[in-house]
């Protein structure tokens, strides 16, 4: 998505009642926060990985060299802060959003357990990628196996 709705004004931009208002929100306030940090592409690309390469996922086996990998992450990210002259705080003010980011994942997993609910045979036959990454938090079970 875009920055430009972002850089001057506060207004955002209009979304039709999804009974999601508290998550679209939500992702809407990450969206404008990290514009404002403009990061450069190399910047939203590590940080991205720092924050994909969580080592406090319950089901991960492996978590030590998970948090190895993204120690490593985040010192190339600083890295490359420094090289391109940014402010000292970026790397602090791009982590600061770790737990809006957090509250999001929460949000969205809440509404895709409501809506699994709701309706279990759509559910069912959500995408093959969308269910395996949501598969840990989510199942998807056959309502008429109960």
């Not at 490359?80 to 705080?89: F, G, L, M, P, Y």
């Not at 969205?108 to 357990?113: C, F, I, N, V, W």
């Given at each position: 998505w875009g920055c430009h709705w972002a850089a001057g004004s506060r207004d955002v931009p209009p979304v039709p009642p999804s009974g999601c208002d508290d998550l679209i929100g939500a992702v809407f306030e990450l969206g404008r926060t990290l514009c404002r940090l403009q990061l450069s592409d190399e910047e939203l690309a590590l940080f991205t990985a720092a924050v994909l390469l969580s080592?406090?996922?319950?089901?991960?086996?492996?978590s030590k060299k998970v948090q190895k990998l993204q120690d490593k992450i985040y010192v190339a990210?600083?890295?490359?802060?420094?090289?391109?002259?940014?402010?000292?705080?970026?790397?602090s003010k791009m982590v600061s959003k770790l737990p809006l980011m957090k509250t999001i994942?929460?949000?969205?997993?809440?509404?895709?357990?409501?809506?699994?609910?709701?309706?279990?045979e759509t559910a069912m036959n959500f995408p093959p990628l969308y269910k395996e990454v949501f598969n840990s938090e989510l199942q998807y079970s056959d309502p008429r196996e109960s």
């Open positions: 080592p406090d996922r319950p089901w991960l086996t492996e990210l600083q890295h490359e802060i420094q090289k391109k002259h940014s402010a000292e705080d970026k790397l994942c929460n949000l969205h997993l809440d509404k895709l357990e409501f809506f699994r609910l709701l309706h279990p």
